[in-house]
T-cell receptor, first 111, second 114 residues
Framework: GEDVEQSLFLSVREGDSSVINCTYT??????LYWYKQEPGAGLQLLTY???NMDMKQDQRLTVLLNKKDKHLSLRIADTQTGDSAIYFC???????????WGLGTSLAVNP | DGGITQSPKYLFRKEGQNVTLSCEQN?????MYWYRQDPGQGLRLIYY???????QKGDIAEGYSVSREKKESFPLTVTSAQKNPTAFYLC?????????????FGEGSRLTVL
């Protein structure tokens, strides 16, 4: 079945760049998303990329999509302590556009 | 402002009791979803509804029930049949097929069974 995988933890120093990686199995996915979850809160959409794009940049965020390898990454430039959160990768799959979720990557930013 | 409101934010329940979590949206979205989140397990889909008066089971529907009598509302009942109900519950909605398909989430409800 469809699957999305992410590494569970990432630790960076404040001011460095963070790169969170995600791999998926469904090659028919049309939209791929990155969500952020702060402790005890719901998920917020950070950004998304359409499958016919290779890259999307939005301020400090850069999304790279490699369709051949089914690999998606989120780069956060100049990472701040406020970026500490769980980051979820999600892709839509199948005719019903069901969202398949990764388990989330917990980003810790150290001062 | 438009959004999704979940209530209560924290809820305590004794074993054997049913409890209902509220989810209301004013985004005029057709589709609504309930997810359960446990540490290390990501999001698991409980139930979803794509239109009023219709809903489908997700991956872990056993021990849960829902209703969709109004477009704005999608309450989730955690029944006494749910063996391990302590979790963080998230409600979400999604707009029409013409959009990018992202989900909008509420702030979540944390249920603890004593």
């Amino acid at each position: 079945g469809e699957d999305v995988e992410q590494s569970l933890f990432l630790s960076v120093r404040e001011g460095d760049s963070s790169v969170i990686n995600c791999t998926y199995t469904d090659s028919s996915s049309t939209y791929l998303y990155w969500y952020k979850q702060e402790p005890g809160a719901g998920l917020q959409l950070l950004t998304y990329i359409f499958s016919n794009m290779d890259m999307k940049q939005d301020q400090r965020l850069t999304v790279l999509l490699n369709k051949k390898d089914k690999h998606l990454s989120l780069r956060i430039a100049d990472t701040q302590t406020g970026d500490s959160a769980i980051y979820f990768c999600a892709v839509n799959a199948g005719n019903n556009r069901k969202l398949i979720w990764g388990l989330g990557t917990s980003l810790a930013v150290n001062p | 402002d438009g959004g999704i409101t979940q209530s209560p934010k924290y809820l305590f329940r004794k074993e054997g009791q049913n409890v209902t979590l509220s989810c209301e949206q004013n985004l005029n979205h057709d589709a609504m979803y309930w997810y359960r989140q446990d540490p290390g397990q990501g999001l698991r889909l409980i139930y979803y509804s794509q239109i009023v008066n219709d809903f489908q089971k997700g991956d872990i529907a056993e021990g849960y029930s829902v209703s969709r009598e109004k477009k704005e509302s999608f309450p989730l009942t955690v029944t006494s049949a749910q063996k391990n109900p302590t979790a963080f519950y998230l409600c979400a909605s999604r707009g029409g097929i013409a959009n990018t398909g992202e989900l909008f989430f509420g702030e979540g409800s944390r249920l603890t069974v004593l």
